[in-house]
């Protein structure tokens, strides 16, 4: 096992299926990850994709069917979970609701037996780490859910764990908290300087605190990457529609010029960068973004990509408009335009059937495997 903060290698997670004619689900399907000492790293993925179970095996809670996982260095095997180097925050904070916010905060180091001026003292070190150092005589009932939350990161840093695992800590928050909490939380990683490992179903979260996503989906990892990396260089169709809001339409690749491919659909020629899966013959997508779109009233000159198409809806929705437009009787689009013309300016928002060129630069699009 190499030098990571948590290292995967060929791990298996086999359930009993309860299904008949099958005896066992694979919840994790062979997947192989290295994460980084001091890194925000994210599991992405819907309901039932291997996230979680990932997680608890990381954590102990879990032991792997076959495979391995190392932790700086040192195999796990079947290391019981209190005896791993890492500390869990879950979605319903198992906050104890008779103790004070000092007694929760300070619980495992109680069970560890550490001297009681140490544990005063690194209660109060950590109350301030989570910015609620008023807090320390008040019992849960008294707290809002944003400070619960808080309260159980701080419980669970203060035993100084190698990595903090958080199982979607922020699901039970309403919208505006959550995205407040969600920059908190990356500021408090920088701040301790420990490994994350976060595991979130929604998209945004993860693309606004991660250094490096993992995007899963039915048991296996389909792509690794920074959040630039995966929301502009999908590798595959799930990938781009999961993150994000994609147009794809279906055809064939013709021909390969470097990295870049023509790509013809409907009568109609595109130029796309390829992924490397993808060879000329081949049925194939092409994803294009909607704000990687331009519509205009004449024609662009500085792509091959320019098309004229129909307007068929205009939605105003404040910070942008939303369009879909027709290019052929079987390829629509949807194309987002910000709204950063001052109000009264001559805009797109014509009638629908309006007549307009519809284009985008080769470099924002990506043909994919069908």
């Known amino acids: 096992m190499g030098d990571f903060a948590v290292e995967m290698r060929d791990v298996v997670k086999a359930f009993p299926s309860a299904a008949r004619g099958s005896d066992h689900v694979l919840a994790v399907d062979h997947v192989t990850l290295q994460i980084r000492d001091g890194e925000f790293f994210s599991l992405l993925g819907p309901s039932g994709c291997g996230k979680t179970t990932s997680l608890r095996m990381i954590a102990g809670f879990e032991l792997p069917t076959s495979g391995a996982i190392a932790i700086h260095g040192k195999p796990m095997g079947h290391t019981p979970a209190f005896l791993r180097p890492v500390n869990t925050v879950f979605q319903h904070y198992a906050l104890f609701p008779h103790m004070t916010i000092a007694q929760n ?42 400070q619960q939350q808080r309260i159980a990161l701080a419980r669970a840093l203060i035993n100084r764990p190698e990595v903090l695992l958080l199982d ?4 039970a928050l309403d919208l505006k908290l959550r995205k407040e909490m969600q920059l908190e939380l990356k500021q408090l990683q920088e701040q301790v300087g420990i490994t994350f490992i976060y595991v979130t179903h929604d998209q945004e979260e ?36 999961f993150i994000g809001e994609t147009n794809f339409i279906s055809g064939q690749l013709a021909s390969i010029d470097g990295h870049e491919g023509e790509f013809h659909a409907d009568e109609l020629t595109m130029f796309a960068t390829v992924e490397p899966h993808v060879k000329p013959g081949m049925a194939a997508t092409l994803a294009v973004r909607p704000e990687r779109i331009r519509l205009s009233s004449a024609q662009p000159d500085d792509t091959p990509n320019a098309f004229v198409a129909e307007v068929y809806e205009s939605i105003y ?32 928002e014509g009638p629908t059937g309006l007549r307009v060129w519809v284009s985008w630069h080769p470099d924002s699009a990506r043909v994919l495997p069908a």
């Open 317 to 348: 929705i404040g910070t942008d408009t939303r369009f879909a437009v027709r290019l052929s009787p079987t390829i629509s689009l949807r194309v987002r335009r910000q709204n950063v013309e001052p109000i009264g300016m001559p805009a797109m």
């Open 206 to 241: 993860a693309l606004t605190m991660s250094d490096r996503i993992a995007v899963m989906e039915k048991g296996k990892v389909l792509q690794v990457g920074t959040p630039l990396d995966i929301y502009e260089q999908p590798n595959s169709r799930f990938v781009a529609d």
């Open 105 to 146: 905060v300070a619980f495992g180091l109680e069970m560890k037996k550490v001297q009681r001026d140490e544990v005063t003292r690194r209660v109060e070190e950590t109350l301030d780490l989570v910015r609620l150092p008023g807090m320390r005589d008040r019992l849960p009932k008294q707290l809002s859910g944003g």
């Open 168 to 171: 979607e800590p922020l699901g």
